[in-house]
């Protein structure tokens, strides 16, 4: 370990290590991530899932290789007339020239005739630029010649391409409002016009670097990373390399103070805040890494990526940014620079006076604390779980706009119909079991191949609703009983009902793997039992806390969500426990280091003297980072930006200040058990007075202390 610190810190040999890394970073940018070929991302879903079985048996059918869009045809000023049907039905020669059977169907009219539809069959196109242009040319080609005739391109097709478009330039527009949001908070927690360059250029190459290791490394699990998984991959990565590089300045300006000589101030810097950094990353990392149980492709894809990149970001701030940093002298802190033999000031630290405070009425302190997280946590009792198509958007785009004019003139179904596969013998009864069945509009009998027929069924309710779920329930309970019961139910809303239920079946395997493994990492690296339950228990309620909070906030004007997507809930969980363990890990350690030779009680002051500043300002900055997600236009991600961020706020500024301090107070020695303290009550009681007078300082450091 010396060895390698030596190395990273030396005047000879420091440039080595930017070298490679420059070297290594140019032949990874280089390479790339080996996909030219931007591509929708697939569903994900398990192959046991039902909607999965119906789509592989539509393989079979002779419409296999085709899609369509939907085009829907109105006027604002009311009805359709025959002059307009007339127009729409002549649109629909030329449309016949971009479709995959070189024709299309005459133009649906609604009873009330305000809205006609238009069906047009297509080929399967994975490239998303692809998809886009031929967008552009369905509408360009069903508007033309049209006078205040408004046409809208919706149904799968336009869903697709709209979600695409979301996005579109969303990876440039996220990376460059992160870049703008961390470089100006990390001036003004330094308040010096160049030392934030180092960390911010050290941080912005490992997020370039971790995306295309994480698309090649997902890659070779046949896993594809979609626009929404990088754009948190880069948030991550950015958050939490940035917070690293926070507590390595950090520490490096304290040394400095007590070393003359800048690279052994370093190698006792990384010496110091090195475990932290390793059992911080190494939490998050493993965390995430559970994801790779999960049955969502999606899921797995996220967990991969973010795993990788956390893994990058430790690696650069405990390799490269050290030997970048020991090339310049103290000025680099100007004007603030750290002199060797200043006073010490962590003895000055308002944390460490607000830490004296607590431990004076820590059992009031507690509960104060635990009773602000329940009042925060009561949003909980509101919660709604579930978003459908419709509403996933912050901002309607094309294709919602047109599903919505459809839903009040069709069957609000009609544009994303459930499909029903068959044995061809049972195909009638299907049909006839189905007209019975609560929340079916129609169905009929579509195409066959051998031995399988295909059954197109209308709901009444809009696509992906709670009401269009239910009757997909009721469909396969009814289908169990007609024929030998092989009928499968699909479409798009089975789909999104298996998805909502394999998400389900994550959360249950992966939060209780989750709050395991950070149980161990915690147990292995504090050597204690009581500590890290204490944490977790602490960080559990911020989350819960956070979510309840989040929702208040949802339901403003401002926001006016109608419920949390399906997959917040498991994504914000990941991100909040284990980043927020971070900062009771880069509390707690040091705590852990000043109580060898201060006692629990001092050594949980001066350790959170000495952290927090960093902490907090490493936990408003990781804060605002998620908040960044809320520029996509999506809900999901806005919401796992916002309840993170609130999250990250209250294990910052909470938490990590007031409630782990305070449980630590209360449990005294046995705040380390099963390890015994070091010192003995009246040592510790003695030393601790030494500290609160101030002639600590005055005193030798104990051999132990000096030797770290």
């Known amino acids: 370990m010396r060895t390698l610190l030596r190395f990273i810190t030396a005047a000879r040999t420091s440039w080595i290590v930017l070298v490679v890394a420059l070297a290594a970073s140019v032949a990874i940018f280089a390479a790339g991530s080996g996909?030219?070929?931007?591509?929708?991302?697939?569903?994900?879903?398990?192959?046991?899932?039902?909607?999965?079985?119906?789509?592989?048996?539509?393989?079979?059918?002779?419409?296999?290789?085709?899609?369509?869009?939907?085009?829907?045809?109105?006027?604002?000023?009311?009805?359709?007339?025959?002059?307009?049907?007339?127009?729409?039905?002549?649109?629909t020669t030329d449309l016949a020239e971009l479709s995959?059977?070189?024709?299309?169907?005459?133009?649906?009219?609604?009873?009330?005739?305000?809205?006609?539809?238009?069906?047009?069959?297509?080929?399967?196109v994975s490239d998303v630029g692809v998809q886009a242009e031929r967008a552009d040319e369905l509408r360009a080609v069903s508007a033309e010649g049209l006078s205040g005739i408004d046409v809208y391109l919706s149904g799968a097709e336009g869903f697709e391409v709209d979600i695409a478009a979301v996005f579109e330039g969303a990876d440039f527009t996220l990376l460059l409002t992160t870049v703008i949001v961390v470089a100006v908070l990390l001036l003004v927690t330094y308040r010096s016009p160049w030392l934030w360059l180092v960390p911010l250029t050290v941080v912005g190459i490992a997020d370039g670097l971790a995306g295309i290791i994480a698309a090649r490394v997902a890659a070779a699990l046949g896993i594809v990373l979609d626009a929404s998984v990088t754009g948190i991959l880069s948030v991550l990565v950015f958050g939490a390399g940035t917070n690293y590089a926070l507590l390595l300045i950090a520490r490096y300006r304290d040394e400095l103070r007590l070393h003359e000589d800048r690279r052994e101030a370093m190698r006792r810097a990384v010496f110091g805040a090195g475990p932290a950094i390793l059992a911080s990353g190494g939490t998050v990392a493993l965390a995430l890494a559970t994801l790779v149980f999960a049955e969502l492709a999606g899921n797995r894809a996220l967990g991969i990526a973010c795993a990788t990149g956390i893994i990058v970001a430790m690696i650069f701030a405990l390799l490269v940014l050290p030997a970048a940093l020991v090339l310049f002298g103290r000025g680099l802190f100007w004007p603030y620079i750290p002199r060797f033999g200043a006073p010490d000031a962590i003895s000055r630290s308002p944390w460490g006076r607000l830490g004296r405070g607590v431990s004076k009425r820590p059992v009031t302190v507690a509960l104060a604390?635990?009773?602000?997280?329940?009042?925060?946590?009561?949003?909980?009792?509101?919660?709604?779980?579930?978003?459908?198509?419709?509403?996933?958007?912050?901002?309607?785009?094309?294709?919602?706009?047109?599903?919505?004019?459809?839903?009040?003139?069709?069957?609000?179904?009609?544009?994303?119909?459930?499909?029903?596969?068959?044995?061809?013998?049972?195909?009638?009864?299907?049909?006839?079991?189905?007209?019975?069945?609560?929340g079916v509009d129609e169905a009929t009998l579509g195409e066959s191949a051998d031995d399988i027929?295909?059954?197109?069924?209308?709901?009444?309710?809009?696509?992906?609703?709670?009401?269009?779920?239910?009757?997909?329930?009721?469909?396969?309970?009814?289908?169990?009983?007609?024929?030998?019961?092989?009928?499968?139910?699909?479409?798009?809303?089975?789909?999104?009902?298996?998805?909502?239920?394999?998400?389900?079946?994550d959360q249950a395997l992966v939060i209780p793997l989750i709050l395991v493994l950070v149980f161990l990492v915690l147990a292995i690296l504090l050597r204690s039992l009581l500590a890290p339950l204490l944490l977790l228990i602490a960080v559990v309620a911020s989350f819960f806390s956070a979510v309840g909070a989040?929702?208040?906030?949802?339901?403003?004007?401002?926001?006016?969500?109608?419920?949390?997507?399906?997959?917040?809930?498991?994504?914000?969980?990941?991100?909040l426990v284990a980043l927020g363990v971070d900062?009771?890990?880069?509390?707690?350690?040091?705590?852990?280091?000043?109580?060898?030779?201060?006692?629990?009680?001092?050594?949980?002051?001066?350790?959170?003297?000495?952290?927090?500043?960093?902490?907090?300002?490493?936990?408003?900055?990781l804060a605002a980072v998620f908040a960044v997600l809320?520029?996509?236009?999506?809900?999901?991600?806005?919401?796992?930006?916002?309840?993170v961020c609130i999250g990250v706020l209250i294990d910052t500024l909470l938490v990590r200040t007031v409630i782990v301090p305070a449980l630590a107070f209360i449990s005294g020695d046995r705040f380390w058990w099963p390890r015994r303290p070091t010192l003995t009550i009246a040592e510790a009681e003695a030393r601790g007075a030494n500290a609160q007078s101030g002639l600590l300082e005055a005193e030798p450091e104990p051999e132990s202390v000096a030797a770290r």
């Not at 995959?100 to 399967?124: G, H, Q, R, Y």
């Not at 809320?630 to 309840?643: C, N």
């Open 35 to 91: 996909n030219d070929e931007e591509t929708a991302p697939p569903v994900g879903l398990p192959d046991s899932a039902e909607a999965a079985q119906v789509e592989a048996l539509q393989e079979q059918l002779p419409s296999a290789d085709g899609t369509s869009a939907l085009l829907v045809f109105t006027r604002e000023s009311g009805e359709l007339d025959a002059d307009d049907i007339a127009a729409i039905t002549e649109r």
């Open 100 to 124: 995959s059977e070189d024709f299309v169907p005459p133009p649906a009219v609604s009873e009330d005739s305000t809205v006609a539809l238009v069906a047009v069959p297509l080929d399967i």
């Open 369 to 438: 604390g635990f009773v602000a997280l329940g009042a925060l946590a009561s949003g909980l009792l509101f919660v709604q779980v579930g978003l459908s198509q419709n509403e996933r958007f912050i901002e309607k785009p094309e294709a919602v706009v047109g599903q919505e004019i459809l839903a009040e003139a069709f069957a609000a179904g009609s544009s994303s119909p459930a499909v029903v596969i068959a044995p061809v013998s049972d195909g009638d009864d299907v049909v006839s079991a189905l007209a019975d069945v609560e």
């Open 453 to 505: 027929v295909q059954v197109d069924v209308v709901l009444a309710a809009d696509p992906e609703s709670a009401e269009a779920f239910a009757t997909i329930e009721r469909m396969r309970a009814e289908l169990d009983t007609v024929g030998d019961g092989s009928a499968l139910v699909g479409g798009l809303d089975a789909r999104a009902l298996d998805v909502a239920n394999a998400q389900e079946r």
């Open 550 to 575: 989040a929702w208040f906030l949802f339901q403003t004007p401002l926001f006016g969500f109608p419920a949390i997507d399906t997959n917040v809930l498991l994504f914000s969980f990941l991100f």
């Open 583 to 621: 900062y009771s890990i880069f509390l707690v350690t040091r705590a852990k280091e000043e109580a060898e030779h201060l006692g629990v009680r001092e050594g949980m002051i001066r350790g959170l003297a000495a952290t927090g500043a960093v902490i907090t300002s490493a936990g408003i900055l």
């Open 630 to 643: 809320g520029v996509l236009p999506l809900i999901t991600l806005t919401q796992i930006g916002i309840i």
